[in-house]
């Protein structure tokens, strides 16, 4: 399995990005039954190389540009087969393990800019490192166990984030209980960040009528554009609104790492709490996000219980207080902190920095080719690492053919980009996150998308 997948990854780019599942297989594997009598793993492997792994998403690819999606390490793959070994639980108790996951939140609390003894722990991705964010800001607007006793009772709290802000934040106010019309999202400047005077407004217009403003959502890395909301100019409105301020950098705020790019994050130091993915810019499998939350008192205080068969020790098993399952909802907790050591530890936060850089490097010189090509327009700024163009065509015609050439160009196998809707226009969307991608790779696509365009032109 080992040398199978070694090989896999060493020949990646001759294969496509991605293929369709047939039918056959994806009937095979829907309607296969809950086997009573066991199989030969032999058997079981052979399926698992026939069926699954020539289908799956392809964001190992060096051809992947879609979405934001890492593409992972050998280091982080042999890490993954190391922690399932040692099968921990990491929901607390006194163990290496626990020990380590602080180190890499130590790590991370440093790498962004907050304190070294601000809490954190690591979960699935930056949708549940949001919502314990949320959580944890409802419970700090005063006294957090009368609200997880009795609830909100009406309180009518009021969060702020840009319309450009992820879906995970709506999402994370609605599972929260609050209900999504309790987060007012700002429009966007031209350059795709919040507008703060319209935030002003908004919460002006909030205290009159009798809301209760709680919290303020930054974007490091919007999903559609890549842009930077004014992290600084945030963190002011913060602390003279009162109100919590959050920073979702779920892959942007593995920028700072990079010294060219840094500068445009300035002001995540000053957040209250900060999401973000391993799984991104972290080239760590999948999944590994974290919540960082500077008040590590305020963060226990939002999920911690006094129950008697978890009832902590001095010593024994049972020491190490506090545990995990005392900053998130989850008791049972796999080992994600050893993929993300072992990557943070092998290649180092300067060859990480470097990393990232390189990646943006790549998505401007896939917006030059874009500037030089007549039939292309760009959509957005290229902020960061996302690149949104389109190729032009008339009013009624240019949606669908550019939704149309993203799907011919998944289906080549060539590359795997995404679309999304731009100022009420369809476009092509790249984002340049995987550590193997070049120039070559995108210059590649470009051919293969202005060849495809061509024909439907024709057509």
Not at 208 to 229: K, Q, W
Not at 328 to 339: Q, T
Request: charged letters at 25%; proline letters at 5%.
């Amino acid at each position: 399995m080992l040398d199978d997948m070694f090989d896999s990854v060493m020949s990646l780019r001759d294969g496509p990005v991605w293929q369709s599942l047939p039918d056959e297989i994806r009937s095979e594997i829907r309607t296969q039954p809950c086997p009573e009598q066991g199989h030969d793993p032999k058997e079981l492997y052979s399926r698992f190389t026939s069926h699954i792994l020539p289908y799956a998403v392809g964001n190992r690819h060096p051809g992947f540009m879609g979405w934001v999606h890492g593409g992972g390490t050998l280091q982080g793959m042999l890490a993954e087969m190391l922690a399932a070994g040692l099968n921990a639980n990491l929901g607390g108790r006194d163990q290496a393990p626990v020990e380590l996951e602080r180190t890499v939140l130590r790590w991370t609390a440093q790498m962004a800019g907050l304190p070294e003894d601000s809490s954190g722990v690591l979960v699935t991705g930056s949708s549940m490192a949001n919502f314990i964010a949320i959580l944890t800001a409802t419970r700090a607007v005063s006294n957090g166990a009368d609200i997880r006793r009795s609830g909100l009772n009406g309180r009518p709290l009021t969060g702020y984030a840009a319309v450009t802000a992820h879906g995970c934040i709506s999402r994370g106010f609605d599972m929260a209980g609050l209900g999504t019309e309790a987060l007012r999202l700002i429009p966007a400047d031209e350059n795709f960040r919040m507008d703060t005077q319209k935030l002003r407004a908004a919460i002006r217009e909030d205290r009159a009528a009798g809301r209760e403003p709680f919290m303020l959502t930054g974007s490091a890395g919007t999903v559609d554009t890549g842009s930077i909301d004014p992290l600084n100019e945030l963190a002011d409105i913060a602390k003279e609104e009162n109100l919590w301020f959050h920073v979702d950098g779920a892959f942007g705020a593995l920028a700072r790492l990079s010294p060219d790019l840094a500068p445009m994050l300035a002001g995540i130091e000053r957040a209250d709490s900060l999401a973000l993915d391993f799984h991104k810019w972290g080239q760590v499998p999948y999944d590994a996000g974290c919540i960082i939350i500077r008040d590590a008192i305020q963060h226990r205080a939002t999920f911690a219980q006094n129950l008697a068969y978890l009832s902590r020790e001095t010593r024994g098993l049972a020491a190490g207080s506090p545990w995990f399952c005392d900053f998130g909802p989850d008791l049972s907790r796999g080992f994600r902190a050893l993929k993300v050591w072992m990557t943070l530890a092998t290649f180092g936060t300067e060859r990480l920095g470097q990393m990232v850089s390189g990646c943006c490097a790549v998505a401007r010189h896939l917006a030059d080719r874009i500037r030089q090509e007549p039939e292309l327009e760009l959509l957005a700024p290229v902020t960061l690492n996302i690149v949104c163009f389109r190729v032009r065509a008339p009013d009624a015609l240019s949606d669908e053919l550019n939704s149309e050439l993203v799907r011919d160009i998944q289906e080549s196998g060539v590359a795997a980009p995404s679309a999304t809707t731009i100022n009420g226009r369809r476009a092509i969307r790249c984002a340049i996150v995987n550590h193997r991608t070049t120039e070559a790779d995108t210059d590649r696509f470009m051919d293969a998308l202005l060849k495809r365009a061509g024909e439907r032109s024709a057509r």
